[in-house]
Nanobody, 132 residues
């Protein structure tokens, strides 16, 4: 199994920045064979994919609402995923979750994994609150 621990959320004012981290362990295969995603869910809304990446280095994706402001990255030596969030807006307020699915040996498997049901493993979530 895969275990994920996400962290880094908090309360910031509009225009501020946060960096979320997701530490992974207990992979059943090499860490470089997983689709990793960041999702968020605001009250009354469905959980949506914000960004994703294949741990092998390809197939990055960003939701239109965060393009140019959020950056997904990874440190494979530490088995850690990051989401750098800049220029935060009140509408970014949500619970943020990291997720993993795999093993998938091709990065092409990550882009179509849009829905939360496509991911087998989840962190516990970290709250991001952006005030105006």
């Amino acid at each position: 199994q895969v275990q994920l621990v996400d962290s880094g959320g908090g309360s910031v004012q509009a225009g501020g920045s946060l960096r979320l981290s997701c530490a992974a362990s207990r992979y059943t295969d090499n860490y470089n064979t997983y689709c990793m995603g960041w999702f968020r869910q605001a009250p009354g809304k469905e959980r949506e994919r914000v960004a994703s990446i294949h741990t092998g280095g390809g197939s990055t994706y960003y939701a239109d609402s965060v393009k140019g402001r959020f950056t997904i990255s990874q440190d494979n030596a530490k088995n850690t995923l990051y989401l750098q969030m800049n220029s935060l807006k009140p509408e970014d307020t949500a619970m943020y979750y990291c997720a993993a699915d795999g093993p998938w040996y091709s990065a092409s498997m990550c882009y179509p994994r849009v829905r939360p049901g496509n991911y087998r493993y989840w962190g516990q979530g970290t709250q991001v609150t952006v005030s105006s």
